[in-house]
């Protein structure tokens, strides 16, 4: 649950820092008002933002996650550091 409260806030931060990039969204919901467009003109635009940066905030979890993994440990084939008995 920690891990989830901690994604959800993440994704807030997220779309607050992104939120210039919702503008075509608030212009079809003008539009909508305006002209009489669709409104699912303008909810579409919105879950494309939302994905959008759910998406690129997987990415970079995911790539971070990659640098994570551990290397198994590697046979010594340097014939001047092997130590004999």
Same mark, same amino acid.
């Given at each position: /649950?920690?891990?989830?409260?901690?994604?959800?806030? *993440?994704?807030?931060?997220? =779309?607050?820092? *992104?939120?210039?990039?919702?503008?075509?969204?608030?212009? =079809?919901?003008?539009?909508?008002?305006?002209?009489?467009?669709?409104?699912?003109?303008?909810?579409?635009? =919105?879950?494309?933002?939302? =994905?959008?940066?759910?998406?690129? /905030?997987?990415?970079?979890?995911?790539?971070?996650?990659?640098?994570?993994?551990?290397?198994?440990?590697?046979? *010594?084939? *340097?014939?001047?550091?092997?130590?004999?008995?």
């Amino acid at each position: /649950m920690k891990r989830i409260g901690r994604f959800l806030f *993440n994704l807030f931060i997220n =779309l607050v820092l *992104n939120a210039r990039h919702s503008i075509p969204a608030w212009i =079809l919901l003008a539009l909508h008002l305006w002209c009489g467009i669709s409104v699912w003109w303008f909810i579409g635009g =919105l879950i494309y933002w939302i =994905l959008r940066v759910w998406i690129t /905030m997987w990415f970079f979890d995911w790539a971070a996650g990659c640098s994570a993994e551990k290397d198994p440990p590697k046979e *010594n084939k *340097n014939p001047y550091s092997v130590k004999k008995p």
